[in-house]
């Protein structure tokens, strides 16, 4: 199966990162790009993480989705797919 990735993605929680930066937004801005998996970036922070558990619902396959309540509906139907997650998080060695 072929999909198009983004795995290298930040949460709001990381420095220098947009206050912007929610599973709602991410959803929406996968599907403008045509990106099916995103990364979700910093899981092991502590908020972030509870966001991504109130936001996102096992899929059954390894990743997540967004729960429909958290939707955004200005998505174009000509873009809008499919979005799951992908736990990620950045090792830094600073």
Known sequence: ???IADLHIHS??????????SPETLWK???????SVIGTGDFTHP???GELREKT???GNGLLILKKKFRQEDVPASCKA?????????????
Do not use: H, N, P
Not at 12 to 21: D, I, K, N, P, Q
Not at 82 to 94: A, G, P, Q, T, W
């Open 1 to 3: 199966m072929r999909f």
């Open 12 to 21: 709001r929680y990381s420095r220098a990162t947009s206050r912007e930066m």
């Open 29 to 35: 801005w996968a599907q403008l790009k045509g990106i």
């Open 47 to 49: 908020e972030w993480l």
């Open 57 to 59: 619902k096992a899929e």
């Open 82 to 94: 499919d979005v799951f997650f992908l736990l990620s998080v950045e090792i830094s060695c600073i």
